[in-house]
């Protein structure tokens, strides 16, 4: 399972507070593409807790930095697998859990750049 990737962020409509024409605080972003972002912005970008759905329904819920997926959040994936833990630059990394939907196959321990990585717990 692949985190992906935020490569449309082309705006198509805005629901929300803007300051001084970029998007501030909260709203609603429908993208280029489908993809939709529900959450906080700050100066024009996704900034703040949010949940960010890809048009084929994988989910991220969690902590965005300009843009990016940092610190914690969730993936959710549409087969019911989930990771939930340390992201950072959008990928699995640092310490964090991962269920599969469809297998008996369950991981917690350390990730690195989206892969697992070193001791299981």
Known sequence: ?????????????????KVHGL??????????????YKGMFSEGLMHGQGTYTWADGVKYEGTFVKNVQMFNGRYTWND?????????N???????????????????????????HGKVS
């Not at 609603?28 to 939709?36: D, K, L, S, V």
């Not at 019911?80 to 992201?87: D, K, L, R, T």
């Open 1 to 17: 399972y692949e985190e992906p990737v935020l490569t449309q962020v082309i705006v198509k409509s805005y629901e929300g507070e």
């Open 80 to 88: 019911g697998s989930v990771y939930e833990g340390s992201i950072k």
């Open 90 to 116: 959008g990928l699995r990394h640092g310490f964090g859990f991962f269920n599969s939907g469809t297998r008996p196959v369950s991981y917690i321990g350390y990730w690195y750049k989206g892969k697992r």
């Open 23 to 36: 998007y501030e605080g909260e709203g609603f972003a429908y993208f280029e593409g489908g993809n939709t």
